[in-house]
T-cell receptor, first 115, second 115 residues
């Protein structure tokens, strides 16, 4: 298995532009998570899906952020409009949630820079 | 609200030493605890997952223990090597609410093993 795949790996954009980050989870996994990592705040969960349904989006910072999971093999995280404070590394992770074994596997991340 | 703390924040040791990284969490009602490794500029690699019913897990030179009642976990690394240099992150999944794997992370311990 190729693991969790994220694209792009790096994104540089200007303030006000729309940014779309993409994620392909591990085949067979039923849960998908979006995290953001910054030096100041560490790793924060933004939103997670189970069976393509958003379960908890309380970590989404503002209405400028939205996430979708149209099918079991694809998810997007969109920021519109982007701001410099959104600069961070965004990780996608997936797991097969079964009882107490919910081991999560992370993608390589997308490093976003908003100028 | 679950809070996860890792001590020390940074650790520098000579090659060959055995070392212990500490993780504590405020809410002992957890499903499991997961240790990750993160290399600079990279994603997170899962090292070990301990289910709430277990007391320890071992993988090669790594041993992780869990004392749920006291809210503590330790990661023991035997015979450390320069290749072990990385940031080590501890994360817990709460038992309250959904069980779909919402991770709460500590801030990490930066480990440097020098030759």
């Amino acid at each position: 298995d190729a693991g969790v795949i994220q694209s792009p790996r790096h994104e540089v954009t200007e303030m006000g532009q729309e940014v779309t980050l993409r994620c392909k989870p591990i085949s067979g996994h039923n849960s998908l998570f979006w995290y953001r990592q910054t030096m100041m705040r560490g790793l924060e969960l933004l939103i997670y899906f189970n069976n393509n349904v958003p379960i908890d989006d309380s970590g989404m910072p503002e209405d400028r952020f939205s996430a979708k999971m149209p099918n079991a093999s694809f998810s997007t995280l969109k920021i519109q409009p982007s701001e410099p404070r959104d600069s961070a590394v965004y990780f996608c992770a997936s797991s097969f949630a079964s009882g107490s074994n919910n081991e999560q596997f992370f993608g390589p991340g997308t490093r976003l820079t908003v100028l | 609200k679950q809070e996860v703390t890792q001590i020390p924040a940074a650790l520098s040791v000579p090659e060959g030493e055995n070392l212990v990284l500490n993780c504590s969490f405020t809410d002992s009602a957890i499903y499991n605890l997961q240790w990750f490794r993160q290399d600079p500029g990279k994603g997170l690699t899962s090292l070990l997952l301990i289910q709430s019913s277990q007391r320890e897990q071992t993988s090669g030179r790594l041993n992780a223990s869990l004392d749920k009642s006291s809210g503590r976990s330790t990661l023991y690394i035997a015979a450390s090597q320069p290749g072990d240099s990385a940031t080590y992150l501890c994360a817990v999944i709460n038992a309250g609410g959904t069980s779909y794997g919402k991770l709460t992370f500590g801030q990490g311990t930066i480990l440097t093993v020098h030759p």
